[in-house]
């Protein structure tokens, strides 16, 4: 049922009018638009790339602000104005990286074949950094170790070369993998 209150000679509504209309206020203007059952499909196809974007997201949230990679990512000034780390990083990986299952898939399979694929777990479970995984995607869940991985090879792309990149990512030891965490940290 819909409220009308009209003080003044101004009109407010709110509340939906019969599966038709809803009145409503956002950021201080009174809108209306019309009534909308919101679907959540939960296809494999959905799950794959919800999955991704997760994985991704939580990669991104290790970098701490007070990071050595973090200051670089200012310094170079590589984030837009208007954008955050969080949502350029993201951007960035799921563009160049991620885009779809099939490139999450070679990802995984590159990161399942380094010689240090124990090393970039076992710093993934000191840094508390979980596998991601939903029911209904098609591809295996998102490691800790990979999303550390991802992380690490978007700023290899970015031409970051201070240590531990001065090595290929995939040929780090586990002593560039700790200098790596290092300075996300």
Not at 5 to 15: E, I, K, N
Not at 18 to 45: E, L, M
Request: glycine residues 8%; negative net charge; contains cysteine.
């Amino acid at each position: 049922m819909a409220k009308v209150t009209m003080p003044l000679m101004s009109a407010s509504a709110s509340g939906k009018l019969g599966d038709s209309i809803v009145y409503f206020g956002w950021k201080g203007t009174d809108c209306v638009r019309g009534y909308v059952v919101p679907a959540n499909p939960k296809s494999a196809s959905q799950g794959d790339q919800r999955l991704i974007i997760g994985g991704v997201g939580r990669a991104v949230a290790q970098l701490q602000p007070s990071s050595t990679l973090h200051q670089y990512l200012i310094d170079e000034g590589l984030i837009p104005a208007g954008q955050t780390k969080q949502s350029y990083l993201v951007k960035r990986i799921l563009a160049n990286q991620l885009s779809d299952a099939t490139e999450y898939g070679s990802v995984q399979s590159a990161f399942e074949g380094l010689t240090e694929n124990a090393a970039w777990d076992s710093e993934a479970a000191s840094q508390d950094v979980n596998d991601f995984d939903l029911t209904y995607a098609d591809v295996s869940p998102f490691e800790g170790g990979m999303m550390l991985y991802v992380l690490a090879k978007a700023f290899e792309a970015m031409g970051y070369t201070t240590a531990p990149f001065d090595t290929a990512v995939d040929d780090w030891t586990s002593t560039e993998i700790t200098a790596f965490i290092a300075a996300i940290s």
